[in-house]
């Protein structure tokens, strides 16, 4: 199954050396100005070839909008996305028609799909596919707009090299009016030059490695999230655990809250000048699977890329030992071009819970909770 | 959204403090045969008050099969399964009525809808609903018996004290005929007597304290889960961060894979005697969303229950201070009895997994996968 | 698949001679007064044994709610319905344990269920399970009260004695203050006395009859129901087709409106003291898949039922000629008792399209509707 | 919301006077070869210009395929296939900008989506998306042929001019080798011209006539279908209500069967060597919502086309009275090429219940439908 998202559904297609990727966007309400600006610059920031450290494939990722826009507003017919491939090298693959590699899709997908597949660049596996989520979470983005919801993620660890969870003093730079990017995307500049060198270094010796992503989220309005099976946090877990190479995800406290007593852990209510809030923020803005209106942050864990330069031991369609070892342009660490995606994913969720939320709040009868 | 899944479909219903919990299971094939003692057994496993380390609450737990069943095997035909309420003391709770606890679902379940909510007992929030997610799962495992699939989870650690991850000296005894669980549901006798001793501390303290799960699932055939937004791993992340206190989770690798090296990460393809399998296994028996016929392992975090017999500060619905301590009876620790409800979670999704497989296999044309 | 509906979502289980028949309902919105006299008045109305036309099966159908409301009001969680059956008379339908019965649903269950199924009453594929249906569109008409609309259908042929499609006379009477319905559901008292007499002709031939409903909705706010696979006529058009015995369905014009030309049938727009309207309705209230804030009208025919006392010719499971004959108690026509079933089937479909167009009504933008 | 289908997926996209139309099917199983030549031949059927009773706007409707087709065999990816829009003649529109045709989804849209709305033939609401779900249906088709699955639809009447319903003069034809349509669809030659000269002076006369068209479908096996809430005639009944001036749907003796008792209606049950079959097929090949093995036949009312080239009274978006009159390219009549719509239709229909009917095929137990 291709497609997320209950009310605000996205689904995505293409193949990484096909004619291109698209998403396919339904159920973004009408109305909407469609900041194609906007969408560029979210584009730019997970292409390929953007910067040093990720892989050397030129792809410009311009978005094409299909449908569903109308003198550049949403007309709340559904919004087709494409993305052409450009720079796909399909020779680069060739080696690799009956070779399943190691850690990658190729064996589970050649069994599933009952040897039918499309081996070139990982085909559908592709993280290429991520193209398209970072199209439709612009869109999601542009919604959530209007509820004043700021999302924004940063690299929080590569290899070894990282900062704490959560990191007050990285999310204040973040946050910040005129915050720009580090080449790692980790807001603390000093930590990001390290993790570069660190990157440099293993893209030198032909391997890879992975990192961490922390997300915050501001601004949600109380009350998104569905109670038992759609929790906001399990809904947000899904979609972060969707990403390519994504091992973990964890919210608030996390693992760590695991070794707090409830005394310690428990975020206690407070009213000040009328808003209610919480003294701490253990509960990172989730509380019974729906938003508190608390800071909603989150981590997530992505291992290293499978695909090294380095030959590898691994077999083909005949079961037979092989030796591969990876052609083309590809990338040391995907942490830096997983942040817009993360966000991307992040957005797409609380897009979805806005309108589950919206489509419950009609009420003719005396409510109880402004009483 | 009370429901789960897209062809073992499962609903859930009813309150802490009401008549009682109900599942409805729909999509479970007709044939299947019902067996009573092993449902019966399972929510043994997860009851209030089946040992000293858990909450006093006295329910008994009786599933009634109120449809779909017909001379003991399944029909097909949707089977609702119903568990009532004995030991609801809801007056534990009337001080509760217009009080927000700390870290409970009471301040944003009154938000979102509106002042209508059963105070009691927490309600639709209370974990007593994960019994029917024990009862739906029960049903979930004798479906995936056919395949022989098998489900284990176990205590990994309570507080600070914990097994490593994963922790293969534990899953032998886990694995081992004639298992029998510890009170704590820790495979290995002297941590889990350590862990008793911790639990009864902090009861007596009036506090609760966290812990973590890990769950090892054997003999899932090649080829269930979904590419892209159903990914094997993300749907079983979902599932598990929808139960009560869980704030994480990781699989295969998980949070330590992010600091090694593709090259020492990658799990190389072997053959041996015709079957196919990895060196080692840090993608947690899945690739590109896919199960690869490995060992499926992850680990979830739990936090504190937010209930503890201590008195804390919170504010009532007119936002004005008060002080609460939780009566009634709780757990100072969820863990033991989440054990049995992490498998459930675990058993639904890959039930589902199974039947999405199962509809893509059919085919006429040659199998490129088999020639 | 046992559910229907994305947002107001129904799922219904139980047999016909199990336990007994329930629905679950999940999605209707916290704060909606859940009169339990009215659903017992729309109980009555479905109800067996009514009148000396209907089958002499008794039941009271009384409607017990086991979850999701709290001091009668609905807390926006999951309402389950449970009607326990009680003159099952299972010894009835013995002799067809191995019999399939012409145009039942005996010999197709088989062959989908693979031989398992409940034989007796029809098991699931009964019409007692619409009493779930009829429950389950009481909720939804106490949420449809709040926008003001009002839902009546009514028996408008049975065998060869009709009225006209629409029949303005009828639907006067059906609107009126203090209506109340003839025993057949005919408006026109005397067409009802007529069919009356007619059916109880067809009865003590052992024999049935077929017959067609109208429905009429009022005051559906314009905007209602999806584009392109979810046009408001599709969605009554598949829920009253589920329907038993239902084998036809027409909208507006209908099928008359073929022979019309353009120019005839278009709906010319009027706009009178601020309010637009159409000066015809042939477009049934709905244009494009939407409401236009017209009439809503269908008409849906019934055919005659398949249990007749005559005896047939069929086979058996063993593919053997047999001859079967019907037992029990049985409906000469189902008409009368159908009317509140489509009543109750057309609510669940506007609940669902009005939480549909709730969530995507919020603007922020500029509305140009308004301007 | 764009979409249908549970495990055979259509979403369409596009609008009549954007960029092109499209399709996104996803579900359908890897290794189907995909003709090429196969699903331009059903394009041709339905594409506008194709012959002088039809509408004279001229497109090749050419299908690209932008994804999940590998070396012609579908891979169980996702396929987008998209239909470039080639004359569009927007400026043929300009003069609607304001205003509501009568018996159009100008003024619903533009209410719906709050005055958001591409007025441009049509835009969302054009029957121009029905090309995608041509596109479409061939692919449905393509699966369904592994099956022997045959599905035919034919005009039976044009305004007054009509066949029996069903007419198995006409049926014969329609499935006898080297069947060649008619102009008008109509497979009895001499009520096809009869129809022909028909819609030409209808054209004259500037106006438009409706329609019926009777759908045949051979060899679907026992067991399609689900009970309930997706009966296999309300799926389809659904599906072709969702067709552009579709008013009404009938199937098997439909609004005839009415008028019949149950003695007359009822379809005997008999084996002929080894094959079960009914004597007669009131039930058009549908027993309690599931497929029997028999024909199934099913008839579909098409109202005249909104668009008239006479002038006619209306209103504008500021609620003022105007005069309409159809300029551009208009069709008199949309039965003959809502033929293959029909089709394509019942095709996704079908190719989705054969996914769930084999999600759930699945047994290990003794199976006791073929002891």
């Given at each position: 199954?291709?497609?997320?998202?209950?009310?605000?559904?996205?689904?995505?297609?293409?193949e990484?050396?096909?004619a291109?990727?698209?998403?396919?966007?339904?159920?973004?309400?009408?109305?909407?100005?469609?900041?194609?600006?906007?969408?560029?610059?979210?584009?730019?920031?997970?292409?390929p070839?953007?910067?040093?450290?990720?892989?050397?494939?030129?792809?410009?990722?311009?978005?094409?909008?299909?449908?569903?826009?109308?003198?550049?507003?949403?007309?709340?017919?559904?919004?087709?996305?494409?993305?052409?491939?450009?720079?796909?090298?399909?020779k680069?693959?060739?080696?690799?028609k009956d070779?399943?590699?190691?850690?990658?899709?190729?064996?589970?997908?050649?069994?599933?799909?009952?040897?039918?597949?499309?081996?070139?660049?990982?085909?559908?596996?592709?993280?290429?596919?991520?193209?398209?989520?970072?199209?439709?979470?612009?869109?999601?983005?542009?919604?959530?707009?209007?509820?004043?919801?700021?999302?924004?993620a940063?690299?929080?660890?590569?290899?070894?090299?990282g900062?704490?969870?959560?990191?007050?003093?990285?999310?204040?730079?973040?946050?910040?009016?005129?915050?720009?990017?580090?080449?790692?995307?980790?807001?603390?500049?000093?930590?990001?030059?390290?993790?570069?060198?660190?990157?440099?270094?293993?893209?030198?010796?032909?391997?890879?490695?992975?990192?961490?992503?922390?997300?915050?989220?501001?601004?949600?309005?109380?009350?998104?999230?569905?109670?038992?099976?759609?929790?906001?946090?399990?809904?947000?877990?899904?979609?972060?655990?969707?990403?390519?190479?994504?091992?973990?995800?964890?919210?608030?406290?996390?693992?760590?809250?695991?070794?707090?007593r409830?005394?310690?852990?428990?975020?206690?209510?407070?009213?000040?000048?009328?808003?209610?809030?919480?003294?701490?923020?253990?509960?990172?803005?989730?509380?019974?699977?729906?938003?508190?209106?608390?800071d909603?942050?989150?981590?997530?864990?992505?291992?290293?890329?499978?695909?090294?330069?380095?030959?590898?031991?691994?077999?083909?369609?005949?079961?037979?030992?092989?030796?591969?070892?990876?052609?083309?342009?590809?990338?040391?660490?995907?942490?830096?071009?997983?942040?817009?995606i993360?966000?991307?994913?992040?957005?797409?969720?609380?897009?979805?819970?806005?309108?589950?939320?919206?489509s419950?709040?009609?009420?003719?009868?005396?409510?109880?909770?402004?009483?």
């Amino acid at each position: 199954m291709n497609h997320t998202g209950q009310l605000f559904r996205v689904s995505t297609f293409g193949e990484s050396h096909g004619a291109g990727i698209g998403a396919l966007v339904d159920g973004l309400p009408a109305g909407v100005f469609i900041d194609l600006e906007f969408i560029r610059q979210e584009m730019q920031r997970r292409k390929p070839g953007q910067s040093a450290i990720v892989t050397q494939r030129t792809e410009e990722d311009e978005v094409q909008i299909l449908s569903g826009v109308f003198e550049q507003y949403s007309t709340g017919a559904p919004i087709a996305l494409w993305i052409a491939n450009q720079d796909a090298k399909s020779k680069d693959y060739s080696h690799l028609k009956d070779t399943f590699r190691p850690s990658h899709a190729d064996f589970t997908y050649h069994q599933k799909y009952k040897g039918f597949r499309d081996y070139q660049g990982g085909g559908r596996a592709s993280a290429r596919e991520t193209a398209a989520r970072v199209a439709a979470g612009a869109l999601a983005k542009l919604w959530l707009n209007q509820f004043g919801v700021q999302i924004k993620a940063y690299t929080s660890q590569i290899g070894h090299i990282g900062l704490t969870y959560p990191c007050p003093e990285a999310e204040a730079l973040l946050f910040a009016a005129g915050y720009q990017e580090h080449i790692t995307r980790c807001p603390i500049a000093e930590k990001g030059d390290e993790m570069e060198l660190f990157i440099k270094k293993i893209r030198k010796e032909g391997d890879t490695v992975g990192g961490l992503i922390t997300c915050v989220v501001k601004n949600v309005p109380v009350g998104w999230g569905e109670p038992v099976f759609g929790k906001l946090h399990a809904e947000l877990g899904k979609a972060i655990l969707n990403i390519h190479a994504c091992k973990g995800f964890e919210y608030g406290s996390g693992f760590a809250g695991v070794a707090m007593r409830g005394s310690q852990h428990n975020d206690i209510l407070t009213t000040q000048s009328g808003k209610i809030s919480t003294q701490t923020n253990h509960s990172g803005g989730i509380q019974g699977g729906i938003s508190n209106g608390e800071d909603i942050y989150f981590r997530a864990a992505f291992k290293p890329v499978a695909t090294i330069l380095q030959p590898q031991n691994s077999i083909n369609t005949q079961s037979q030992p092989v030796t591969v070892a990876g052609k083309g342009r590809h990338d040391p660490c995907v942490i830096p071009r997983a942040v817009p995606i993360v966000e991307a994913a992040t957005a797409m969720v609380l897009a979805d819970m806005s309108l589950l939320f919206l489509s419950q709040q009609q009420h003719f009868y005396p409510n109880k909770a402004t009483n």
